[in-house]
């Protein structure tokens, strides 16, 4: 099933359950149209009674006492080291300059489940099955979406092959999110935005969002500054419950020279009510060179100005404008701690 056009953000969905040469340019032209695309859970790759059993994980660890997830906070090596563990209220601001009071949600942040889980609170400690269960059905689906666009970008396995946790560690993170209502969370400062404006830092993301959880906007047009709605069920007559929602990063619009899009977005206080998403945040790994994908449907591309403006807007929310990086090759890890100094103010 695939719609070229939705109300609101115009985002298609996509059945990925067949991996046919013409399901991999669906997805090729949702990455490199939207940046986004909604795939259709097969209901077998990510069981639908696990994303519920999550969702209340998570409802129950964030209505813990704020002491015990203090003892887990971000970056400490209690919580597993750097981007890992708890980030409080208005302990990141995804964009800076736009929201310098942070932004008003909290998180807590799980490392790949490589060799083992990172140390966690109660009740995350008590379901550690659960969350590597679905940890690992969320990287099987990245690697599908990867794969296929090693097929339409004639490049295979070149995308999957990178992302083989097997192989060594990446930046790959598991993130519950929680944003609580407005009577609590907005000040008048906050212009109501309950995730400042950005963009993604790695190759995909998978977002989960329960029923009548709004919010989520896209950036339309940079230059009008328009913001559309991304809805949590399109098409509610055709399905009866939320698609995935897949969006392309930073990382692997680079690895393109701006071909797949790589979309600011923000969450806003739709309807004021308290939030709950989760989102899975795919990296390849660590070592892996940000070398120039060998596919000639990119290196035609490459000349294109649309491309130059892509990796423009991208050098400017890094702050790398004005630096001569010509000939320079990056590590997935080298490119994520760029990112990971910008949110968090971090020195090394």
Not at 168 to 195: D, E, H, K, M, W
Request: with cysteine; aromatic share 8%.
């Amino acid at each position: 099933m695939s719609h070229p056009e939705l109300k609101d953000a115009g985002i298609p969905i996509i059945d990925i359950s067949n991996t046919s040469p013409e399901v991999a340019q669906q997805v090729l032209h949702a990455a490199s149209t939207f940046g986004f695309l909604f795939i259709k859970n097969d209901g077998v790759t990510i069981p639908p009674k696990d994303i519920e059993d999550m969702f209340e994980l998570s409802r129950q660890f964030f209505k813990s006492p704020r002491e015990v997830k203090e003892e887990y906070a971000i970056h400490l090596e209690n919580a597993g080291g750097k981007n890992k563990g708890w980030v409080a209220m208005q302990g990141e601001s995804l964009d800076p300059e736009g929201q310098k009071q942070g932004d008003p949600k909290e998180a807590f942040n799980i490392g790949e489940p490589q060799p083992s889980l990172q140390p966690l609170p109660p009740p995350l400690s008590t379901s550690s099955a659960l969350i590597s269960r679905f940890q690992t059905s969320c990287h099987t689906l990245c690697t599908n979406i990867l794969s296929l666009l090693d097929i339409a970008l004639t490049t295979p396995s070149w995308f999957s092959s990178r992302h083989d946790q097997s192989l060594g560690p990446s930046g790959t993170i598991f993130r519950l999110l929680y944003y609580p209502s407005s009577s609590i969370a907005v000040s008048p400062n906050q212009q109501n935005i309950r995730a400042g404006a950005h963009s993604d830092y790695g190759s995909l993301t998978l977002l989960f969002r329960p029923p009548g959880n709004a919010g989520l906007e896209i950036l339309k047009d940079p230059d009008t500054n328009a913001w559309a709605p991304v809805p949590v069920i399109p098409y509610p007559e055709e399905l009866d419950s939320p698609p995935i929602l897949v969006n392309i990063g930073d990382l692997l619009s680079f690895w393109t020279n701006g071909m797949l899009k790589s979309t600011v977005h923000r969450v806003a206080f739709e309807g004021g009510e308290e939030r709950y998403s989760i989102a899975y945040f795919c990296h390849p790994r660590d070592e892996v060179e940000l070398e120039a994908v060998p596919s000639a449907v990119i290196r035609e591309f490459a000349g294109n100005m649309e491309g130059r403006m892509e990796l423009e807007r991208q050098r400017k929310r890094l702050g790398l404008e004005g630096e001569n990086e010509e000939g320079v090759v990056l590590t997935a890890k080298q490119h994520l701690d760029r990112r990971l100094k910008v949110t968090y103010g971090l020195k090394n």
